[in-house]
């Protein structure tokens, strides 16, 4: 079965530390992207990737890092820069941009940063 | 500025019950707009999209949203409502060559009462 899997599901680090979220699809999807998903404000885009090697600041940059190395895998880091990590991190992918591609989304990872 | 707006945070209705969930979206262009649903701890799922053509869009579990232009609005609307579709409910909109770069609104909580 074609999907995204985010892995771990729950997250916990210290303040201070650096912590990379996986990102895995196996859909053959060119473009992937972060999003981060806080309680009653929806979900912003952090970064996306329309091609490997290749990758564009979302909104809320700030405070994080990805990579691209390969076209299956979008590994996200949260790094000691982001002021406020604690959140609920979600993963998706799409077609190449076109008229009719909606996203595919992950079950998410829920960082808790104390 | 690009925006969407869900004015309800939170609605009960009984099961069985109609259902409308409102969505209002500020964008210059024609917008690409989009239902999603998000279970607890889950990611999201894509209900309908609109992205021209008929403005009444058929969706999946017996979802539809009807675009109306003139009201810059997209609300989703179910005949009758099982206890199955209580869940998070939220609006987005697509920016202009990439549908993956979603706006997404504050989300809709449902629950259904027996």
């Known amino acids: 079965d074609g999907g995204i899997t985010q892995s771990p599901k729950y997250l916990f680090r210290k303040e201070g530390q650096n912590v990379t979220l996986s990102c895995e699809q196996n859909?053959?999807?060119?473009?992937m992207y972060w999003y981060r998903q806080d309680p009653g404000q929806g979900l912003r885009l952090i970064y996306y990737?329309?091609?490997?090697?290749?990758?564009q600041k979302g909104d809320i940059a700030e405070g994080y890092s990805v990579s691209r190395e390969k076209k299956e895998s979008f590994p996200l880091t949260v790094t000691s820069a982001q002021k406020n990590p604690t959140a609920f991190y979600l993963c998706?992918?799409?077609?190449?941009?076109?008229?009719?591609?909606?996203?595919?989304f992950g079950n998410g990872t829920r960082l808790t940063v104390t | 500025a690009q925006s969407v707006t869900q004015p309800d945070i939170h609605i009960t209705v009984s099961e069985g019950a109609s259902l409308e969930l409102r969505c209002n979206y500020s964008?210059?262009?024609?917008?690409?707009l989009f239902w999603y649903v998000q279970s607890p701890g889950q990611g999201l799922q894509l209900l309908l999209k609109?992205?021209?053509?008929?403005?009444l869009v058929q969706g999946i579990k017996g979802f539809e949203a009807e675009f109306k232009r003139s009201q810059s609005s997209f609300n989703l609307r179910k005949p009758s409502v099982h206890w199955s579709d209580a869940a998070e409910y939220f609006c987005?909109?697509?920016?202009?060559?990439?549908?993956?770069?979603?706006?997404f609104g504050q989300g809709t909580t449902l629950q259904v009462k027996p």
């Open positions: 609109y992205f021209s053509g008929d403005t």
């Open positions: 990737s329309q091609i490997v090697n290749d990758f």
């Open positions: 987005a909109v697509g920016r202009s060559g990439n549908t993956g770069k979603l706006i």
């Open positions: 859909l053959n999807h060119d473009a």
């Open positions: 998706a992918s799409s077609a190449p941009p076109s008229f009719n591609s909606p996203l595919h």
């Open positions: 964008y210059g262009a024609t917008p690409y």
